[in-house]
């Protein structure tokens, strides 16, 4: 495939031509866990074990670093990784990079299970950690630790406050420090972001999310440019075996696809419902991308192609009243996670982000996240209005 072919060709065709056996048009699901080899040591097609290698993996993983580095990709300079889970993919950057000892800086707004790897999990392993508001980039200097700091860890735009990160910015100062600089490009997708071109080192994906769009498979990838990096990622991708298998490979690389036409329309029906949601009198603040009050926008306007289908708002009386408007939502289904077809609306104090109450990253009682689906964006917006009452 071309490295000047546009996005939604890359899509569809990156890593996936057609079947050389039977000519089918879409990569076969490998299920298999082992491979005949053509005497010891003699593998085809450089397969032994599907933990090691999986021909259906293999195309998800080509996919997945032609959406977010064409060139580097065509190349072969940029390599992805495909894992059983967003968290799996999390879990083995940091465990390639960090040591006993080592700190990073992590966004003072992340996400709940991101927090909670680096505060109950890595800090038993002796690392450690500092929030930093990433849409203040002296602040995120000032959090570097130059002799111990090995990553930067950047969520643009964060979970759930919806803050955007200059990625070049902090890439130079990361790398100014000698650390890497890590983005979570989940909430944005490929198709809206492209950190590797901006300087990041790696970026992570839950695939779960929006490159899988359907609410129907669980993965994460991990893709880096430089190639000692990715050479290490994926020997730890191996070593520490947590992959997604060739169905959910499959599926994800169904869902990627349609990934340009369905961000299209989350976009599209998230600046809907927060035109609904900004001037109404129970709603105390709304955050997102595309509007000129949110912290980072002019950042958004120069590094995304659109605003992203997340939208995050404040409900006046409290805790209770956001909870209220939870329980009454009939077309946006209650509910973890986000980027799927559906439309999704959680209180992310109580759900996705109870790891961090009590600490630094603790969210506002009265928020309220939407993931904005792709439904007809009139039932959307009664809903919304209907929910705040």
């Not at 390639?96 to 707004?109: L, N, S, Y």
């Not at 599209?268 to 009198?281: E, G, S, T």
């Amino acid at each position: 495939m071309s490295n000047d072919a546009g996005f939604e060709t890359l899509a569809i065709h990156a890593g996936q031509e057609p079947d050389p056996t039977t000519g089918a048009v879409v990569p076969p699901i490998y299920q298999v866990s082992t491979y005949a080899q053509d005497g010891v040591g003699g593998l085809r097609g450089g397969y032994e074990y599907s933990r090691s290698g999986n021909p259906t993996r293999t195309a998800l993983q080509e996919c997945l670093a032609a959406l977010e580095d064409p060139v580097g990709a065509a190349a072969g300079t940029t390599r992805a990784m495909a894992f059983a889970s967003g968290l799996a993919a999390e879990d083995t950057v940091l465990r390639t990079v960090m040591e006993p000892g080592a700190h990073a800086v992590i966004p003072d707004d992340a996400y709940g299970g991101t927090f909670r790897l680096f505060a109950k999990v890595l800090e038993r392993w002796g690392v450690d950690h500092t929030p930093a508001r990433l849409t203040d980039v002296d602040a995120v200097a000032a959090a570097i630790e130059p002799a111990r700091t090995r990553i930067v860890w950047v969520e643009t735009p964060t979970n759930p406050l919806l803050r955007v990160a200059d990625i070049a910015a902090i890439a130079e100062v990361a790398h100014a420090a000698g650390a890497l600089l890590v983005v979570d490009n989940t909430f944005a997708s490929p198709y809206l972001q492209q950190p590797l071109l901006l300087g990041a080192d790696v970026v992570v994906h839950s695939t779960t999310k929006y490159l899988g769009g359907h609410s129907d498979v669980v993965g994460g990838a991990l893709v880096a440019s430089d190639p000692e990096l990715a050479e290490r990622l994926a020997y730890h991708q191996n070593a520490m075996g947590a992959v997604n298998g060739p169905f959910d490979a499959w599926l994800t690389l169904r869902g990627i696809k349609t990934l340009a036409v369905r961000m299209d329309r989350h976009c599209a029906n998230a600046r809907a419902v927060v035109d609904a949601l900004r001037d109404h009198p129970k709603v105390v603040e709304v955050f997102y991308p595309g509007l000129e009050s949110n912290d980072g926008h002019h950042v958004a306007v120069k590094q995304m192609r659109d605003f992203g289908g997340m939208v995050s708002f404040r409900v006046a009386g409290g805790e209770q009243a956001a909870l209220d408007v939870c329980a009454r939502a009939r077309v946006f289904t209650l509910g973890e996670s986000l980027g799927g077809v559906e439309s999704l609306i959680e209180h992310p104090g109580r759900m996705t982000h109870a790891s961090v109450a009590g600490s630094a990253l603790e969210v506002p009682a009265d928020l309220v996240r939407l993931s904005v689906g792709i439904e007809t964006v009139d039932d959307l917006v009664a809903d919304v209005l209907q929910a705040l009452g």
